[in-house]
C-alpha cells in the first residue's frame, strides 16, 4: 500500500475568509487516501502561518522531510501548498529528489505521470501571475484615490475625513512634521516614540506611541 502524508494550512485571514478550515481539508485528504488505497501515516499543520515563506512554515518541512521513495505529499490545493513559483517548484524539486509525488485535490493534480506534473508547473506560474495582476490593480487604486484625496485607508494621523474626503487636521500635521524632522536629524524610532509619549501627544485613537506606529507614519507619507 502506498504511503501518504497530508499537508494542510490557514492563515487567519484566510480562515476567516475563505471558510476553507484545516478540518475541512484533513477531511478531504483522508476521503482521498481512503478511496486511493493509501495508508495516511502523518497529517502535518501549519496553522495561523502565511504561505508567502516556504522557510518560515515547520509543518511544511517536517512533511517534506519525511518523504521518501513512492509516498505522496497530499494537499488540499496548491494556495494551501505555496504562494509564489519559486517555493512551489523548489517543493517539485523536493519531491522528485525524494523519489516522492504530489497530489493536489482541488486542481486534480497528481505528479504520479508526466502530464500531471506540467500542469503543476503551468498552474503554478499561472496562480503567481493572478495575484500579481491583483496586487498591480489594488497599488494602482490606491494610488488614485491618494492623489485625489480619497480615503483610501482607516484615516490616518494627521487627517480626518469629511464627505468621503480626506481634511488635514493642522495640529496632527504638526506632529507628522516634528516626527519626520527629528527621524532626518538621526533620532531612532523608539526615541521619536517615547517624546511623544513624554509630551502626552496621544495618537489617533488617543493611545500611545511606539517605534512600530513612528514607523508606519514615516513609511506613509514616503508613499
Not at 476553507?20 to 493509501?38: F, H, T
Not at 502561518?49 to 518560515?56: D, H, L, P, Q, V
Not at 475625513?161 to 531612532?188: C, M, N
Not at 524610532?189 to 496621544?202: D, Y
Amino acid at each position: 500500500m502506498k504511503k501518504a502524508i497530508g499537508y494542510i494550512r490557514v492563515s487567519t485571514e484566510q480562515q476567516a475568509t475563505e471558510g476553507v478550515s484545516l478540518e475541512a481539508q484533513r477531511a478531504k485528504i483522508e476521503s482521498w487516501c481512503v478511496a486511493n488505497d493509501c495508508e495516511l501515516v502523518a497529517v502535518e499543520v501549519d496553522a495561523g502561518i502565511s504561505g508567502k515563506s516556504m522557510g518560515k512554515r515547520p509543518g511544511l518541512l517536517k512533511a517534506l522531510g519525511n518523504m521518501k521513495r513512492d509516498m505522496v505529499l497530499v494537499v488540499y490545493s496548491l494556495s494551501r501548498l505555496a504562494r509564489s513559483t519559486k517555493d512551489t517548484l523548489a517543493i517539485a524539486e523536493r519531491l522528485e529528489k525524494a523519489g516522492a509525488d504530489l497530489v493536489s485535490l482541488s486542481e486534480k493534480i497528481d505528479t504520479t505521470g508526466a502530464a500531471g506534473k506540467m500542469m503543476f508547473r503551468m498552474l503554478a506560474v499561472l496562480a503567481e501571475f493572478e495575484r500579481d495582476v491583483i496586487s498591480e490593480r489594488t497599488t494602482a487604486a490606491l494610488a488614485h484615490k491618494k492623489q485625489s484625496g480619497e480615503k483610501y485607508a482607516p484615516v490616518p494621523f494627521g487627517f480626518r475625513e469629511v464627505e468621503g474626503r480626506l481634511v488635514t487636521v493642522e495640529s496632527e500635521a504638526l506632529v507628522v512634521a516634528r516626527i519626520l524632522r527629528d527621524r532626518k536629524a538621526g533620532r531612532t524610532l523608539v526615541e521619536i516614540a517615547e517624546a511623544l509619549n513624554t509630551k502626552g501627544i496621544q495618537g489617533k485613537r488617543g493611545g500611545r506611541w511606539y517605534a512600530s506606529t513612528v514607523r508606519y507614519l514615516i513609511q506613509r507619507q514616503a508613499a
